[in-house]
């Protein structure tokens, strides 16, 4: 009876490929990859940077974390490597960017991956400005001259890119007339246009211009229209940009109000970091307590002011994953928020 018991007890097991003991050495001596949906170098790279050290302490045992890079169609080939090719044995984590979401959501071609069947760990970073702003020669110090103009050529790295999204909903929803969008440009060959009159406007972080270029405030370079905030309700603290109307504040249907939450949840899911499904149950308990750890921990915070010059914005785990959760997705709504990222004219209000 006793061997049959023990036979029920294996096939029982073998049953329960998602069972999981815990394993409280596991990670001794172990290598954690953390793939990168991104090239070497920038912003994402000392953020991730910044984490590492104080993530690794708070996995016990302390295992080594090291970086591998997977850049291409926006974020969707390391996406798709995470969820179908990458080992699922707690020792792959996937530090992704916002286009893990507004590919799937969007439906762009190429996503082989469920969002919701993703594991969430959390992000660093949630809390964003953009400003959109014209080139103070033109005159357009107000609302009034803004949408009176006619023709603006507004800048953009490429077609979908966010600056480039940014861009497009504030000229739509201040019903700019018949603007020129004008992509192909990095973001400091955009400033340079702008300054010698090649671009009329351009949207662009509100802590990048305050960083790359303080004399478009400075010296009254450029007029700044509009702030978008992400989340609601978030103002990045410099004078130029504390009277700035928010974006949101202008739309005004049902309609056009999803669409802009849709824009923030997308803008929010930056710096985020996942499992693949089917990580065993301990290693994802024991990998999102380090997570929690890791953001409330001081060093963490100095750590990435000192790498970024800026504050980050954790979200926890569990924040992480309603955010997903909530995205709009009724199809109406995706049709027209492609419209406004895409290359044709600006759909009318």
């Known amino acids: 009876m006793k061997r ?10 073998g049953l329960m490929p998602n069972l999981s003991w815990a394993q409280p050495d596991f990670y001794r001596g172990k290598l954690i990859m953390l793939i990168q949906d991104s090239t070497p170098g920038g912003v994402g790279q000392l953020r991730t940077q910044a984490l590492i050290p104080v993530l690794q302490k708070h996995i016990p045992d302390e295992p080594r974390i090291v970086m591998q890079f997977m850049p291409g169609a926006g974020g969707r080939t390391a ?41 969430y760990l959390g992000s660093g970073h ?17 609302l009034n001259k803004l949408k009176a103009a006619t ?6 790295q490429s077609v979908g890119h966010s600056n480039y999204v940014i861009a497009r909903l504030f000229a739509w929803l201040l019903d700019l007339k018949e603007p020129r969008f004008v992509v192909g440009f990095s973001g400091a060959e955009m400033d340079v246009a702008l300054l010698q009159g090649e671009l009329d406007s351009r949207a662009n972080s509100a802590e990048t211009v305050v960083q790359r270029t303080p004399q478009f405030i400075n010296e009254r370079l450029m007029n700044f ?23 949101h504040t202008f739309g005004k249907t049902d309609k056009e109000k999803r669409v802009l939450e849709m824009f923030a949840a997308f803008g929010r899911f930056s710096q985020a970091f996942v499992l693949p499904p089917g990580t065993p149950n301990d290693r994802v308990k024991t990998l999102k307590d380090a997570f929690r750890k890791s953001w409330k921990d001081p060093e963490f915070h100095e750590s990435w002011k ?44």
């Open 126 to 142: 949630n809390e964003v400005n953009n400003v959109f702003f014209s080139r103070s020669q033109l005159g357009l110090d107000n």
């Open 225 to 247: 229209h509009g702030v978008a905030e992400i989340p609601h309700g978030y103002r990045y603290k410099h004078p130029a940009f504390s009277d700035l109307p928010a974006l």
């Open 306 to 349: 000192k790498m970024t010059r800026a504050d980050p914005s954790p979200l926890m785990p569990e924040e992480l994953e309603e955010l997903v959760k909530n995205i709009p997705r009724d199809p109406e709504d995706v049709k027209l928020y492609n419209r406004i990222a895409g290359a044709e004219p600006l759909p009318k209000r």
């Open 4 to 13: 049959i018991a023990i036979a029920r007890l294996a096939i029982f097991l």
């Open 151 to 156: 023709g603006l050529r507004i800048g953009g």
């Open 79 to 119: 996406a798709n490597h995470l969820y179908n090719n990458a080992p699922r044995d707690g020792l792959t984590i996937g530090r992704v960017s916002s286009g893990l979401v507004t590919s799937a959501i969007l439906g762009l071609p190429g996503v082989q991956y469920d969002i919701n069947k993703l594991i």
